[in-house]
């Protein structure tokens, strides 16, 4: 009897414990859960790998869990998570939420991030609550993760790696396989082909070379002598160019002067033209009269002498 009235009180004592124990874990679980602070986020993408209990961490630092997921019952198109995080975190304006793979596990957390430094924390406003905060308690904007976008846009890939696949299926048919042996014979013999010459292409690049070495070389006696001849036109051309340039202007002043002695002249020109040169014509004309007249006498001096010049010629005899 007194074996089993021991072994009554040391059950009730391990069942008080227990008891106990479950008490001030809930209790303490309690007090933790009044020491965080409850976010909602609505994503609108699949949150698969999320459960109740995930971590939450912000800018990679673990900073609270997953409380509730559910499908949000005003659209069902959402699904509201509502994380309990620690209240020193840093919820800011600008701060949002992506779901983050973790590892090859599939499980996956949120992660919060984009906090601006000197802004208001993110709370419910004390007007039109129902708005800002619909289920109660502040709400942290989503951006859309590598995951989430990477699933989003998986139908418009397949399509896109179906229609890659459908046409890489036409350029690769019978015909155009055998095009393309046809051009990779045509390359392997033009390849073969060059090999063989290697030797006269290796002369002919070495000719080249030697070509354009020589043309480097001209190339820079071209430019020294161009020097030169700039140096020359500097130096002789600039003081010729100075003659030449006073030249011209004397050759214009004599021309000037000219046109002044011409334009001076023009007059006595025309009556030169219009009375002298006829008196010059009469004159001439009695001058050849006057010399006609000269070679008569002179002839009739030379047969008939002086005499002939005083009286009249003797007549001949006469016979009957």
């Known amino acids: 009897m007194e074996t089993r009235s021991n072994h009554v009180l040391v059950g009730s004592v391990v069942l008080f414990l227990i008891f106990a124990v479950m008490a001030a874990a809930f209790w303490f679980s309690r007090i933790s859960d009044g020491e965080d602070a409850l976010y909602d986020i609505y994503f609108k993408q699949s949150v698969n790998g999320l459960a109740k209990g995930s971590g939450v961490t912000f800018a990679g630092v673990p900073s609270g869990q997953i409380k509730e997921i559910d499908l949000w019952d005003r659209d069902p198109g959402f699904v509201r998570v509502r994380i309990a995080v620690k209240r020193e975190t840093p919820i800011l304006q600008g701060t949002t939420a992506t779901i983050q793979g973790v590892g090859f596990t599939g499980v996956s957390e949120i992660v919060l991030d984009g906090a601006v430094k000197g802004a208001p924390p993110i709370t419910c406003p004390d007007t039109n609550i129902r708005a800002a905060c619909p289920d109660g308690v502040p709400v942290i904007p989503t951006k859309p993760g590598a995951l989430g976008e990477l699933l989003n846009s998986a139908p418009q890939l397949l399509q896109r790696i179906s229609t890659l696949t459908e046409r890489l299926t036409q350029v690769l048919d019978d015909k155009n396989q055998k095009s393309i042996a046809g051009i990779l014979a045509n390359t392997d013999r033009l390849t073969g082909a060059l090999a063989a010459r290697g030797p006269e292409i290796a002369a002919t ?99 008939q002498g002086a005499g002939s010049l005083v009286g009249s010629p003797a007549l001949p005899d006469y016979k009957p």
Do not use: C, H, W, Y
């Not at 006696?221 to 002789?236: C, F, H, R, V």
């Open 205 to 303: 690049i070495a000719e080249t070379r030697l070509t354009l070495q020589k043309a480097g070389i001209a190339a820079e006696e071209i430019g020294k002598l161009a020097n030169s001849t700039t140096a020359l036109i500097d130096q002789d051309g600039r003081p010729l160019i100075a003659d030449l340039r006073t030249t011209i202007k004397s050759a214009n002043s004599s021309l000037q002067t000219l046109d002044k002695t011409i334009a001076e002249a023009r007059p006595g020109v025309q009556t030169f033209s219009r009375q002298t040169m006829p008196e010059v014509g009469l004159l001439v004309r009695d001058l050849r009269e006057m010399s006609r007249n000269f070679r008569a006498l002179s002839e009739k001096l030379d047969q």
